[in-house]
């Protein structure tokens, strides 16, 4: 297909498929102008939750709401029931294929719950129970959930604490946690090497709890020393405990210190009743549960910054307004971080996060009408904080400077190159300060050299691919990576080559992308794919999709490549299967989730970057109504 071609061709219908794209995203707007999204519903929270609400009944918790809750508990034990795939266990998201863990717990919720049932029911129950039992018995049980966290015991442990409160799990097959160490002071966390990683203090504190409740240890001394701090330690999860229960946002992780904390007698503990609370409000109408509440702070500034020029300033001032009353500008509580960063949601239980504050920043800093002081001293503040982040090896973590010895505490590719863009970003603004900003930019791209892989490929902390090998998406986070280099005028530089030429060398037959070479093709991952390809706007002289993929030794076949990349997206958008979205999201270790947005966003950017690349002009307001507002 030639250049003529592609002008003749794949321009107009271009040009159609992104305005159809970009109004899609833009109609999912909430009234206040910015982005909710939609996480999928998960079947390891809908367990979680069903068995802490049930276990607070049944120990005399719920007095004045038993007939409420215990419908709860019904809905969520017919709910899993419903959702068990053919192979007789669970996963995290009706997506997802089964495994181990997802699998134990939802065996352990229905085998628990045995609230009055038809007989039908009863009998599928039954069904339901078996089949399961024969998955967690050719998987490995009790061994195959240590196996796959390996030393991180941040949800191994929670997963066989649930299964030993429903009775199925000897409590001696549950690794004790030290509680006790949340009695030390937080400064001291990363110097103690706790078996958990940082963001899962709650859990260590409660789950440590309820497993010295059931086994004590042998040791005298230890006995003596976990009696004395327990009530301590209560303290302390009742002082990062959010102000509407929900540790984190998140059911799962709610659901185990609730359990847990019931498993101890402490029924009536404000701890216990507020989780509850959190759980009763966070259902949704089918009797299910999300991973988490929303991540409306994330898909807000991807949002924002995928629709670029697209979103009028009319409509940017109401999203820029909002996340400047996002930004923490206090210490945290949870996490001790200082203040300047934001969280992926709007509510109560988020923490400050390194991968949404670059994300927040870039969209503070878009638009035609900002003026850098409306924005200055939150930006700065934000700019100091994600600094002080920076690990010793250059990288960047998600929450915490220096823990670094579990992978969801380490540097990470995907989360340092989105700080390095917005670094990047901050100090060109700030010229009079770029000293302050170059050590620590040099530092990230160095990191980011030492991570690629031998083949060319970069693998990302927070996303997979359930069909790749070892669950990992080196598509996401290659292109994450490359917009960094591209930011920093970096093309030519030997790693962002290498990163494209693997990029384009696992391009599906069917023109689209997976999250690795042989996996099937989403609308995530190819527009992510086709993003990051069309590197930079093309000088007039240069073909229409050219750019610095033309530096490979074939520009013809990598115009093709792009041009089969672009036409398998604008086929998506025709048929309007565009919208569908993958599970490629991890959650807290390696929980799988999937968010209604994520194709829409990826798919705006990547079209609205081909549109700009092809220099075709976008059909105007008159034609398709007001533009962004």
């Known amino acids: 297909m030639t250049s003529g071609a592609l002008d003749d061709v794949l321009i107009p219908r271009l040009v159609a498929a992104e305005q159809i794209a970009c109004e899609g995203l833009l109609a999912e707007r909430a009234d206040s102008g910015t982005w909710v999204g939609q996480l999928s519903t998960s079947a390891l929270s809908t367990a979680t939750a069903t068995l802490a609400i049930h276990l607070f009944v049944r120990s005399g918790g719920a007095t004045g709401r038993a007939e409420s809750l215990g419908r709860l508990v019904e809905a969520g034990r017919d709910w899993l029931l419903a959702h068990q795939n053919d192979d007789g266990g669970w996963g995290d998201t009706v997506l997802s294929f089964s495994n181990i863990s997802t699998t134990m717990l939802a065996h352990a919720t229905l085998s628990a719950v045995s609230v009055p049932v038809s007989a039908t029911a009863a ?321 990230g791209f160095d990191f980011l050299r030492r991570q690629q892989r031998d083949d060319g490929a970069w693998v990302p902390l927070w996303f997979g691919n359930q069909h790749a090998n070892d669950e990992q998406n080196p598509v996401y986070g290659t292109a994450r990576v490359l917009a960094a280099w591209r930011a920093a005028g970096l093309e030519n530089d030997t790693s962002a080559v290498r990163g494209r030429e693997w990029l384009a060398g696992v391009q599906n037959s069917d023109g689209g992308w997976g999250g690795d070479a042989d996996t099937p093709s989403s609308v995530e991952e190819t527009a992510l794919a086709v993003e990051a390809l069309l590197d930079r706007v093309p000088r007039e002289a240069e073909g229409v999709w050219a750019g610095r993929i033309e530096e490979r030794s074939d520009p013809k076949n990598a115009e093709k490549q792009l041009a089969g990349g672009i036409n398998w997206l604008i086929d998506r958008v025709e048929t309007g299967t565009w919208t569908k979205s993958s599970p490629i999201g991890f959650y807290f270790a390696k929980l799988w989730y999937f968010e209604k947005l994520y194709p829409l966003i990826f798919t705006v950017a990547a079209l609205r970057r081909a549109r700009l690349v092809a220099g075709a002009a976008e059909r105007s307001p008159a034609d398709n109504g007001p533009e962004g507002t």
């Not at 600094?387 to 505490?409: A, E, H, I, Y």
């Open 123 to 443: 009998e599928k129950r039954i069904l339901v129970l078996e089949r399961a039992e024969r998955y967690i018995e050719r998987a490995g049980g009790v061994d195959a959930v240590l196996a796959r966290y390996g030393r991180d015991r941040t949800f191994s442990v929670p997963i066989l604490t649930h299964c030993a409160l429903a009775g199925l799990v000897d409590w001696r097959q549950v690794i004790a946690l030290p509680f006790e160490l949340a009695a030390v002071p937080h400064r001291f966390y990363k110097t103690l090497r706790l078996p958990v990683v940082s963001y899962a203090l709650p859990a260590l504190i409660a789950i440590g709890l309820v497993r010295f409740h059931a086994r004590r240890p042998w040791n005298p001394l230890a006995r003596m020393v976990r009696r004395l701090v327990s009530g301590r330690v209560l303290r302390v999860l009742e002082s990062i405990q959010p102000s509407n229960g929900g540790f984190l946002e998140a059911a799962p992780l709610t659901s185990f210190v609730t359990m847990s904390l019931v498993g101890c007698g402490l029924v009536d503990h404000k701890v216990t009743r507020r989780g509850i609370d959190f759980l009763a409000e966070s259902v949704r109408e089918d009797g299910s549960w999300p991973i988490d509440s929303n991540l409306a702070t994330w898909v807000t500034t991807l949002s924002a910054n995928a629709l670029g020029e697209r979103l009028s300033e009319v409509a940017r001032e109401p999203i820029r307004e909002w996340l400047l009353g996002q930004q923490y500008r206090e210490v945290h509580p949870y996490t001790n971080a200082d203040p300047g960063g934001w969280s992926w949601t709007d509510l109560p239980g988020g923490v400050p996060d390194v991968d949404d504050t670059p994300g927040a920043v870039l969209a503070l800093l878009e638009g035609r009408g900002v003026e850098f002081e409306e924005v200055a001293e939150s930006v700065k503040a934000a700019s100091e904080w994600l600094l002080s982040v920076q690990n010793r090896d250059g990288g960047w973590p998600t929450f915490c400077r220096g823990w670094g010895t579990l992978p969801f505490d380490r540097s990470s590719s995907d989360i340092t190159a989105h700080t390095l863009r917005a670094l990047m970003a901050i100090a060109a603004r700030l010229p009079s300060e770029r000293e302050r900003f170059d050590e620590a930019i040099r530092r």
